[in-house]
């Protein structure tokens, strides 16, 4: 069992980031902000995330009852999700670039959980720090919860299957679940905003090349982060927390 006074220390590290990225980034800080996609898209990416939430909902509803303890990794993978993404660079209007943090609860708990702890963050937010939107959380959540939870799981899983070192598919697991995210932001603002020239494949280009100037090294960062998180609780807590699937 992780030692209570050392995973209180983590805890309130986290809090304590929390409050620094909160207190510090522009109330304009957004994934897609609001009136950046039309009332049709956003209700389309609010109804393709349902099924997948629900699927996380129920899980985490079993885990709970079968393991009550993992409230507590539980609430840190919300936290460290939170703080990374709060933590934003200007990338283009109507978007900016930030890590994601997805990657570190997709590999404890499953792609599925790791969506719902992504919406809940996401709302938070939208609420709290005008980043991102209302109308525009099913998008953000369909790219950040959605294909970057299930992206960072299989590139974790696969690296594993082929016996690559546990830091290694953690790294490569978070900072592709971070650069998946991005591609679809990507493609969601494309979809919306066709180039008058070349149209929507023009604009995805545009947009994802611009997105990638920062959100590369970004992701490098945060699968570095993710590495040094995953070693420092797993160093406390080896027989209580385990990827998804080792359980």
């Not at 790219?143 to 992206?151: A, K, L």
């Amino acid at each position: 069992m992780l030692n209570n006074y050392k995973m209180n220390g983590i805890l309130t590290g986290l809090l304590a980031f929390v409050i620094f990225a909160t207190t510090t980034q522009a109330v304009q800080a957004m994934h897609i902000m609001e009136g950046f996609l039309p009332p049709s898209a956003c209700i389309v990416w609010g109804i393709l995330c349902v099924p997948f939430l629900a699927c996380g909902i129920t899980k985490i509803n079993r885990l709970l009852d079968r393991h009550p303890q993992t409230i507590t990794f539980l609430a840190m993978a919300g936290a460290f999700t939170f703080v990374l993404s709060a933590l934003k660079l200007p990338s283009m209007t109507g978007s900016s670039s930030h890590m994601t943090g997805i990657g570190f609860a997709a590999i404890l708990f499953g792609p599925s959980v790791a969506g719902v702890l992504s919406v809940i963050v996401l709302l938070f937010q939208a609420v709290l720090l005008a980043h991102g939107g209302l109308t525009t959380l099913g998008a953000n959540t369909f790219s950040m919860g959605i294909v970057g939870s299930v992206t960072a799981f299989l590139v974790y899983y696969l690296l594993q299957k082929i016996g690559s070192p546990k830091s290694v598919a953690i790294f490569f697991a978070a900072s592709l679940g971070d650069l998946a995210t991005y591609v679809v932001t990507s493609l969601q603002l494309a979809l919306v905003h066709p180039s008058e020239v070349g149209g929507i494949t023009a604009s995805f280009i545009k947009f994802a090349g611009i997105f990638a100037i920062t959100q590369i090294p970004l992701a490098i960062v945060e699968g570095i982060l993710t590495v040094v998180l995953f070693n420092i609780i797993t160093a406390y807590a080896h027989d209580t927390i385990k990827p998804f699937g080792e359980h």
